[in-house]
């Protein structure tokens, strides 16, 4: 995964992005076959896609979504990366901590969202926070886990030469764990966007998890999965920031 | 950036002696090193050879200021040792190089610990960098290089830093015998150059007698000084000369002899 996402150059894009025209090649064969309602063409998807897109309303849904799934991801990514930083610097804090992470990260963190809607009402607020439950505690567990996984010999070399614990955080620890951090930030990524639906769709009156509830309600399937193909875009376009903040933050691989 | 450079230089031309007085040291119920009473003079090459287990490392690491001693102490030119000192640097067995850093950047990581600017960190590593024979691989990273290429990294970092003492801990363990004898006699030809005290902990006698003045022979178990050799083979040394000479056989024999009796 990481050679292709750390963009090695073109030519590795090519197979992924040859994968992608068979897939939709695939798609369009099987819809023409008519086999079922549930299976429409690739151009339908597209037609409608682009008719929902030009008539405004999915735009702004999927605006609506991104600024949601951005403030929830974005509080998440910091909360967790600096909880755990602190869980894996202090060993006993990390392992007090460590039974509740477990449960968290484990537990379906859908049921929470039902908790959230009394709590909050019907807002964006509810959506904010699921996201950010949905991609805190991956982040966390990974970063714990990449600054305890700091290689003990290189902490003892930096000693050697006289470093202090912030010298020694800065130049050891932390760079030690950052590629750790950024797997937690990538999966994070996709466990926030499956929060971002989780949430719309139990509001059922906001983002794009609106359009989803309307149309499969009302068994409109190709718009269904036009506003399926958008979440996905919202996922790709989130999944690609955090890769190109990979790409610039770790060179060395 | 003349100016820190001179000192620099100044500094090399003083090495200074290490003492250590009744060092015991354990871990838990093992006991690694017992009463370790042992010194080096300023500028001399010694060795410290030693069964597994006899607590070289872990001498290495007192003498350093890594690791505390349970009882006696370390002197350094007559101070004693509190911790770590730009006085000695440190040499890994496994190289411990940065692996996100370039060579140029794991050469200056004890100069950038210190707070040198960067024109004199740049400086400092350009010399060394060729110094070990490493120049134009600046920018290379570590897992780009040989092993024998990483330790002479390893080197490098330790020279830049312009320590009197130069502390390694089986640097050539993990290389191949043919890269082994390279690095060993670029390591001759460096210490006759900086005119540092060597201390070398290693577990190959051949190394021991072809590298050092003074061999010191650890027990097992818990560590304690056995024996002491001198090497009075003439510098300067070279595999051609010294390693066919009947003296160097006779010495990696003795050793051998005393390695034996411990057993």
């Known amino acids: 995964m990481n050679r292709v996402a750390r963009g090695e150059g073109m030519a590795d894009g090519l197979p992924t992005l040859g994968a992608l025209v068979a897939l939709m090649v695939a798609v369009e064969v099987v819809g023409r076959l008519d086999l079922s309602l549930f299976l429409p063409t690739f151009s339908a998807v597209a037609r409608v896609w682009w008719q929902l897109l030009q008539a405004g309303p999915l735009l702004g849904a999927a605006l609506k979504s991104l600024v949601a799934f951005g403030i929830g991801f974005g509080a998440a990514a910091a909360g967790g990366v600096v909880s755990g930083t602190v869980l894996g610097r202090f060993r006993l804090l990390g392992q007090v901590f460590d039974p509740f992470l477990n449960v968290m990260m484990s537990a379906p963190l859908v049921a929470f969202v039902p908790v959230l809607i009394t709590v909050f009402g019907i807002s964006d607020v509810v959506v904010i926070v699921t996201v950010f439950l949905f991609t805190f505690f991956v982040v966390v567990v990974n970063t714990r886990t990449g600054f305890e996984g700091t290689d003990r010999r290189l902490v003892e070399m930096a000693q050697s030469y006289g470093a202090g614990e912030v010298q020694l955080f800065l130049r050891v620890y932390l760079p030690s764990a950052l590629p750790a951090i950024m797997v937690g930030l990538q999966l994070g990524v996709v466990n926030g966007v499956k929060g971002l639906v989780v949430g719309e769709m139990l509001l059922a009156l906001v983002g794009l998890g609106e359009f989803l509830v309307r149309y499969a309600n009302v068994f409109l399937i190709t718009h269904l999965y036009a506003v399926i193909a958008t979440i996905m875009a919202v996922a790709l376009l989130a999944s690609y920031a955090v890769q190109l903040v990979d790409r610039v933050l770790i060179r060395w691989k | ?263």
């Open chain 2, 1 to 263: 950036m003349v100016g820190p450079l001179t000192n620099v230089q100044r500094s090399a031309t003083h090495p200074l002696g290490i003492a250590i007085r009744g060092v015991s040291k354990a871990f838990g119920r093992v006991r690694a090193l017992d009463d370790i009473t042992l010194s080096v003079e300023a500028g001399q090459f010694v060795a410290i050879i030693g069964p597994s287990g006899c607590g070289k490392t872990t001498l290495l690491k007192i003498v350093a200021g890594l690791l505390r001693p349970d009882a006696g102490r370390v002197e350094i030119g007559g101070v004693p040792v509190t911790g770590p000192g730009p006085d000695r640097a440190m040499v890994f067995q496994d190289f411990a190089l940065l692996p996100w850093a370039s060579v140029l950047r794991n050469v200056t990581f004890g100069l950038e610990v210190r707070g040198a600017p960067r024109p004199v960190r740049h400086a400092v590593a350009q010399r060394v960098i060729a110094k070990v024979g490493l120049a134009g691989f600046e920018h290379h990273y570590p897992h780009q290089l040989s092993g024998g290429m990483q330790q002479r990294v390893g080197l490098a970092r330790a020279l830049a830093v312009n320590p009197q003492i130069l502390l390694m801990d089986e640097p050539f363990a993990s290389v191949d015998e043919q890269t082994r004898r390279l690095l060993q006699d670029d390591l001759l030809t460096l210490w006759a150059d900086e005119r540092k005290t060597v201390l070398l902990v290693t577990h190959s006698m051949d190394e021991a007698i072809y590298l050092a003045d003074q061999v010191f022979v650890l027990s097992p178990r818990p560590g304690r000084l056995f024996r002491i050799i001198e090497v009075d083979l003439p510098r300067p040394r070279s595999s051609q000369t010294t390693r066919a000479s009947a003296a160097f056989g006779r010495l990696v024999e003795d050793l051998w002899g005393i390695l034996k009796e411990m057993q």
